[in-house]
């Protein structure tokens, strides 16, 4: 009875068992065939993204790998697990027992940045410091590297955390000096980058401005952008080069060529191998020289020579050379040429063989990621504030250490100067990374930091002021320090309850740079700055000028700020041996050092003033730097004996150079006791 008054009742009633099963059955199908759709977009999607993880056993695996992919839906509890072992055996010193853990972590779950991060740290950090020589050293920080740029980011390319820790391992690991090895590690970075991207554009008395030298960098750049991406394009590129000159096509010619000498041009080592070949031969032709300080140039391969130097070939190989960066850019290093044009011209003329410039690239490239992300559920995670520091203090190193010296023929000599090219890029980006720094405070913590007194943006720009206008002022350059001066005082953001250092802005300039001075004597990068400066203004307004008084002056200057700075910082290091790391990027030898920077101020002037600033420099100073420049400049026959050239001219030889000579030698003579060289 009551059934029959209830209308549900009775529609289940009427539902007879086969019906439900009927019903069922169809739902059943219908969900199958929609997850199937589902599930073929889903696997589309995650193996365009690289968010896929290893799904079945293969030989090689470790034990826990094996594990992680046997229990399938269960695998985060396994990476969980690991991942806390993985830390418990950082904790414990067993850094080469995590390091394999964190691999195979990795490999279980490649989508977990923080893992990533910990491998790397433990490469480039624990586990170099470790080892006994600087070759070793810089084996185990280039694998942290490695990892970071050739792995984790195209498995992870919008985490911004694993930008930031690359962009810190190569400014504060490879270009810092907190490391004892740091200068062998810069000097192996600069030789890379030289053999991968070619030496830069060199900078000419015409480029006066940052942006004019900045525009051919970016033009040079540009011809590596639209390089052709494929060896039949290279071989299509040099035919109609060559039917425009009415010349035969060489293209699939040099390509045969390289083939049959075994280069596989698909191959990452021999592309960088032919690379590397063409760097060499590169330098040796520019700088007129055959023979290096070890002596000849040996281990090439003859075939590869013998084919750059036929002038037949020579659009071939101007196509396959950019051919060959291009693709070694963006499938070795997974850079991408057009955003190294677009960071020059926002940054600055950057030195890609700079270790800044590359943490200028990652910590940038990382905050626009994160940005194009950005939502109101994750900004919360989201850390800009020291993503932007990096760019900034990658920038403020360009400025200290951005102009290099550095020749692939000569690996063990590398010289940094100071680059002002840098000083006003720094001042440009400061408002934008200080609207950045002032949302995210908004959003995390509702505070408005503009109505803070201090932040770190500010005390970071005046320190930066304050460096930039003692360097300045140390190089002669006195109308510049002004205006950098006037800025100080007047810039909207300073910390303005100071009243000391509201004082001290508005000294007259010359007590302000010794003020300057003694607050931060002890800082290696400041008596870097000091001395360079000083060096350059007793070259360029000193010698060259014709102003002995000024020469003298600030060369003593330098010697004097040298040997207290040298003075202060020697001590010995375990791997860097007798090469404090902290004066690593000067030598120890002031006549060395000045030698150093004069061969620089040289490398920089037209013909004829480097003439007049060599037969202007005084005999010891012309005899330091005269061996050097004669290897440098000198060309030389196949055997390679010396061939008179115009450097007779403008370099001649100096008085008393076979006794100069004859000390040197005794200086560094074999020791008996250890057959080792020492310096007596």
């Not at 000569?410 to 100071?418: K, T």
């Not at 995210?440 to 913590?445: G, P, Q, T």
């Not at 790391?581 to 920077?597: D, H, V």
Request: aromatic share 10%; hydrophobic share 40%; glycine share 6%.
């Amino acid at each position: 009875m009551h059934s029959r008054g209830n209308p549900h009742a009775l529609g289940q009633a009427d539902m007879t068992p086969s019906a439900i099963k009927v019903l069922c059955l169809l739902g059943l199908g219908a969900s199958i065939t929609l997850a199937g759709l589902v599930s073929t977009q889903i696997s589309a999607s995650a193996g365009r993204n690289q968010l896929v993880y290893t799904d079945r056993a293969e030989e090689g695996m470790t034990r826990e790998e094996a594990v992680g992919v046997a229990v399938g839906a269960f695998r985060g509890v396994v990476v969980n697990y690991l991942w806390i072992r993985a830390n418990e055996l950082k904790q414990a010193g067993k850094y080469y027992e995590a390091v394999d853990l964190a691999r195979s972590i990795t490999r279980l779950q490649p989508r977990f940045p923080r893992v990533w991060a910990f491998h790397a740290w433990n490469l480039a950090y624990n586990i170099s410091v470790q080892t006994q020589t600087q070759e070793e050293r810089w084996q185990w920080v280039n694998a942290g590297i490695r990892l970071l740029r050739d792995e984790a980011i195209p498995k992870n390319p919008n985490d911004m955390l694993l930008h930031r820790e690359l962009a810190w391992t190569l400014l504060h690991k490879v270009q810092g000096m907190m490391d004892d090895a740091n200068g062998h590690y810069k000097r192996q970075f600069a030789r890379e980058w030289s053999i991968a991207l070619g030496t830069p554009p060199r900078r000419t008395p015409e480029m006066r401005t940052s942006k004019s030298y900045a525009d051919v960098m970016i033009a040079w750049l540009d011809r590596l952008a639209t390089a052709p991406s494929t060896i039949e394009e290279v071989v299509k590129v040099e035919l109609a080069a060559s039917t425009e000159k009415q010349a035969p096509p060489m293209g699939q010619a040099l390509v045969n060529l390289l083939r049959d000498a075994g280069y596989d041009l698909e191959l990452t080592a021999d592309r960088l191998k032919l690379l590397e070949i063409i760097e060499l031969q590169r330098s040796s032709l520019i700088r007129s020289r055959i023979v290096s300080v070890e002596g000849r140039v040996s281990g090439l391969d003859e075939r590869v020579v013998a084919a750059l130097g036929q002038p037949a070939f020579f659009e071939a190989w101007t196509a396959l050379s950019r051919h060959l960066r291009q693709r070694v850019l963006a499938e070795t290093y997974n850079m991408d040429v057009q955003r190294m044009k677009r960071y020059t011209e926002k940054y600055g003329p950057m030195d890609w063989r700079h270790p800044a410039a590359h943490s200028v690239y990652w910590s940038a490239k990382g905050v626009e990621a994160a940005i194009d992300r950005l939502n109101i559920s994750n900004v919360a995670n989201q850390d800009f504030i020291n993503t932007d520091r990096i760019t900034i203090q990658s920038v403020q190193e360009l400025f200290r250490s951005g102009t290099i010296m550095f020749d692939v023929l000569s690996p063990q000599s590398y010289f940094a100067m100071p680059n002002i090219d840098f000083i006003d890029p720094y001042s440009a980006i400061l408002e934008e990374v200080t609207e950045r720094e002032r949302q995210e405070f908004m959003a995390k913590k509702g505070v408005d930091i503009n109505q803070r007194i201090w932040t770190f943006y500010r005390g970071g720009y005046e320190n930066f002021l304050h460096d930039a206008i003692s360097y300045l002022y140390r190089a002669g350059d006195l109308e510049s320090a002004k205006r950098y001066q006037l800025k100080l005082a007047s810039w909207h953001g300073r910390v303005g309850n100071d009243v000391d250092q509201e004082r001290i802005r508005v000294l007259p300039l010359e007590d302000f740079v010794v003020w300057n001075l003694q607050e931060r004597i002890t800082s290696p990068n400041i008596a870097i700055q000091e001395i360079q400066g000083a060096l350059h203004t007793a070259y360029v307004r000193g010698l060259l000028a014709g102003d002995m008084e000024v020469f003298r002056k600030n060369f003593d200057y330098a010697r004097d700020f040298h040997k207290a700075f040298t003075d202060e910082q020697s001590r010995g290091t375990p791997a860097g041996g007798d090469a404090e790391r902290m004066i690593s990027q000067m030598n120890k030898e002031f006549p060395l050092a000045a030698a150093e920077y004069f061969l620089g101020a040289i490398d920089r002037l037209p013909e004829t003033d480097q003439a007049l600033l060599y037969r202007r420099a005084p005999l010891e100073l012309q005899q330091i730097t005269f061996d050097v420049m004669d290897r440098m400049y000198r060309p030389r026959d196949k055997d390679g004996r010396a061939q008179a050239s115009a450097i007779d001219f403008i370099f001649p030889e100096p008085q008393g150079m076979e006794a100069y000579r004859i000390i040197q030698r005794a200086r560094q003579r074999p020791s008996v006791e250890t057959g080792k060289i020492e310096s007596k």
